[in-house]
């Protein structure tokens, strides 16, 4: 890559004191995600629950390494070919991934495979949010 990326998360995540609960969905090309509204969603039990912005990024990645069908793609802004899911951009995603939880922001991102498409949903919710019984120890 070249260019230096500043990294410099933020801790607006521990003073809003949120935790993520984690969905994963897989649905066949062009079908609605049973799981697409966030009211509804949130009353589901969640796939996993994450504690900080880099547990976040983590399960992003691990969702996506199952998932990714590696390819190139023509890039029209810079036009030039650029890999998709290879170790570079899964490094840049993941820095993308804790810079944005780390403001104590949820993250809805999809991954398509040749025959589905992968939802994955990372909801921000603050202890009084929490219907689930995994509230942060700030306010137990």
């Known amino acids: 890559m070249g260019v230096f990326e500043p990294f410099s998360p933020s801790d ?14 897989t649905t066949a090309k062009g079908a609605r995600p049973r799981t697409a509204d966030r009211i509804a ?11 900080s912005p880099v547990e976040v990024a983590r399960w992003i990645e691990q969702q996506t ?3 990714v069908s ?3 793609v023509y890039a029209i802004h810079s ?23 780390s403001r104590g922001d949820s993250i809805y991102t999809d991954i398509f495979s040749e025959s589905d498409r992968h ?9 009084e ?11 137990q």
């Open 12 to 25: 607006e995540w521990e003073a809003a004191a949120v935790h993520w609960h984690a969905y994963a969905e």
């Open 41 to 51: 969603r949130r009353d589901e039990a969640p796939d996993a629950v994450l504690r």
């Open 65 to 67: 390494r199952v998932h």
């Open 70 to 72: 590696h390819r190139e």
């Open 79 to 101: 036009r030039e070919w650029v890999s998709m899911g290879d170790e570079e951009d899964l490094a840049h995603l993941r820095r993308e991934n804790v810079l944005i939880a």
């Open 119 to 127: 939802d994955l949903y990372v909801e921000a919710v603050t202890n």
């Open 129 to 139: 949010q929490c219907t689930h019984g995994c509230a942060t120890d700030q306010s």
